[in-house]
């Protein structure tokens, strides 16, 4: 159980477009998701956190008009990076937690963007 | 506010010896959890071992421990036996409880090679 899906895996995109990535929970209800930021060779940089039906929190630094996240159902939340540049490449995460503790965060495949 | 201390970049070790990563923690919470997570060169993040703040015994999850010690604020995990599927990023993480989200915040990571 706990199963963490995203799609794409990779995407390629011309600079200036938008590009959404979808993350869903395929065998549980996740109350609350997060998205990651991780570039090479380093750690995970928490972007925002989104709990179902409300907005979403963003970390200090993170545009939010640039990365809106949409966490329609307890299933599913949306990364969409708008206006995508070529410092907008990285590789993208999501997580999603349960409702109930511990409150592990199962992560899904991650998907890496790139911006030409 | 918290933070997660991993001071070994690289660690390499021979096939089926075990190894310790080290992680110390920072937090002035009294109820936090802690987590290794193991990430290949695929890129998935892999749920290993929870350590709660509370609990009085070190976890444990097959070949993998965690040695709690809560007065020196560490939480290494320990591999047994180790494989050369264990070759990967490791990162510790904590989680502090408290607040409408809980969030993780992440080491740097180690890198850790099993030699044949």
């Known amino acids: 159980g706990a199963v963490v899906s995203q799609h794409p895996s990779r995407v390629i995109c011309k600079s200036g477009t938008s590009v959404k990535i979808e993350c869903r929970s395929l065998?549980?209800?996740?109350?609350?998701m997060f998205w990651y930021r991780q570039f090479p060779k380093k750690s995970l940089m928490l972007m925002a956190t989104?709990?179902?039906?409300?907005?979403?929190?963003?970390e200090q630094g993170v545009e939010k008009d640039k990365f809106l996240i949409n966490h329609a159902s307890l299933t599913l939340s949306t990364l969409t990076v708008t206006s995508a540049h070529p410092e907008d490449s990285s590789f993208y995460i999501c997580?999603?937690?349960?409702?109930?503790?511990?409150?592990?965060?199962?992560f899904g495949p991650g998907t890496r963007l790139t911006v030409t | 506010a918290q933070k997660i201390t991993q001071t070994q970049p690289g660690m390499f070790v021979q096939e089926k010896e075990a190894v310790t990563l080290d992680c110390t923690y920072d937090?002035?919470?009294?109820?936090?959890?802690l987590f290794w997570y193991k990430q290949p060169s695929s890129g998935e993040m892999i749920f290993l071992i929870y350590?709660?703040?509370?609990?009085?015994q070190n976890a444990t999850e097959g070949r993998y421990s965690l040695n709690f010690q809560k007065a020196r604020k560490s939480a290494n995990l320990v591999i047994s036996a180790s494989q050369l599927g264990d070759s990967a990023m490791y990162f510790c993480?904590?989680?502090?409880?408290?607040?409408?989200?809980?969030?993780?915040?992440f080491g740097k990571g180690t890198l850790l090679t099993v030699n044949p």
């Open positions: 997580s999603a937690s349960r409702l109930a503790g511990p409150y592990e965060q199962y």
């Open positions: 065998d549980f209800q996740a109350t609350t």
């Open positions: 989104s709990n179902e039906g409300s907005k979403a929190t963003y």
């Open positions: 937090t002035s919470d009294q109820s936090y959890g």
């Open positions: 350590q709660g703040s509370y609990d009085e």
């Open positions: 993480a904590m989680r502090v409880s408290g607040g409408s989200n809980y969030k993780l915040t």
